[in-house]
C-alpha cells in the first residue's frame, strides 16, 4: 500500500495570496498518477488535477499540479473566496488506489 | 449532464450487512469502471472497490473479505458490506472511474455521488 502523507494539515492565507500544498508518497508512484481534488462542506470532492499536472475540465488554470517520484505539489496562484476548501492527493499508480489525509486551506 | 445518486439504508445494525444502491442518470453505465469510496473522520478518505460493465470487480485488500459489488443494465451498481462494526460507520460515495489508456484498474475520479451516510448502530 502507498501511503500518501499531504502537509502542512492547515494553511492559513489570505485571498489573493499563492498556495503551495504538498503530497509525499511512501514509494514512487508509477508514471507520476496522481491526482488532486477540492472538497467544500458537505459536498463530495471535486477532481482538479490528473497525471499529477493535467487540469480536469472546469478546473481555473489558477491550479497548478507538479511534481514526480515521491513529491508533489498543488498550487493556487491567487486564493479566491471558493478556493477555501480541504485538497486531497490521490495515487493510482497502483490498482489500490489511496489517498492522503487531506490539507485545509482556511482563510486567515 | 451526468449525475450518480446513492441510496440506502442510513442506519444499520451491528453484525448485519450494509447494502447500497447508486443510479447513474445521463450516461450510459457500459465501457466504465465504477467505484464505491468512503470518508470518516478517523480513516479519511478510502476506496472499497471497482467493478466494470461485465461484472469485473477489484477490492480493496482489507475490505476483500465483506464486500460484494453487483452491476445491472438498469444503469445501477451495488455494493453489499457483511458484518458491519462501528468502525464502517461513513458517509460512502459512488463514483466514476477514469483510467489511463489500456490500464483500467489504474483509476481517479471524475464524477462523485453527493454521499450517503451510513452509521452502524444498535
Known amino acids: 500500500e502507498i501511503v500518501l502523507t499531504q502537509s502542512p494539515d492547515t494553511l492559513s492565507l489570505s485571498p489573493g495570496e499563492r498556495a503551495t500544498l504538498s503530497c509525499r508518497a511512501s514509494?514512487?508512484?508509477?508514471?507520476?498518477?496522481l491526482a488532486w481534488y477540492q472538497q467544500t462542506p458537505g459536498q463530495p470532492p471535486r477532481l482538479l488535477i490528473y497525471?499529477?499536472?493535467n487540469r480536469a475540465a472546469g478546473t481555473p488554470d489558477r491550479f497548478s499540479g507538479s511534481g514526480s517520484g515521491t513529491d508533489f505539489t498543488l498550487t493556487i496562484s491567487r486564493l479566491e473566496p471558493g478556493d477555501f476548501a480541504l485538497y486531497f492527493c490521490?495515487?493510482?499508480?497502483?490498482?489500490?488506489?489511496?489517498f492522503g489525509g487531506g490539507t485545509k486551506v482556511e482563510i486567515k | 449532464q451526468v449525475q450518480l445518486q446513492e441510496s440506502g439504508p442510513g442506519l444499520v445494525k451491528p453484525s448485519e450487512t450494509l447494502s447500497l444502491t447508486c443510479t447513474v442518470s445521463?450516461?450510459?453505465?457500459?465501457?466504465?469502471?465504477w467505484s464505491w469510496l468512503r470518508q470518516s473522520a478517523g480513516k479519511g478518505l478510502e476506496w472499497i472497490g471497482r467493478?466494470?460493465?461485465?461484472?469485473?470487480t477489484n477490492f480493496n485488500p482489507s475490505l476483500e473479505s465483506r464486500v460484494t459489488m453487483s452491476i445491472d443494465t438498469s444503469n445501477q451498481f451495488s455494493l453489499l458490506i457483511n458484518s458491519v462494526t462501528a468502525a464502517d460507520t461513513a458517509v460512502y460515495y459512488c463514483?466514476?472511474?477514469?483510467?489511463?489508456?489500456?490500464?483500467?484498474?489504474?483509476?481517479?475520479?471524475?464524477?462523485w455521488g453527493q454521499g450517503v451516510q451510513v452509521t452502524v448502530s444498535s
Open positions: 497525471g499529477a499536472s
Open positions: 490521490q495515487q493510482y499508480g497502483t490498482s489500490f488506489v489511496t
Open positions: 463514483a466514476r472511474d477514469r483510467a489511463p489508456v489500456g490500464r483500467p484498474s489504474y483509476n481517479w475520479f471524475d464524477l
Open positions: 514509494q514512487t508512484v508509477n508514471n507520476n498518477w
Open positions: 445521463g450516461t450510459s453505465i457500459s465501457n466504465f469502471y
Open positions: 467493478i466494470y460493465t461485465s461484472g469485473h
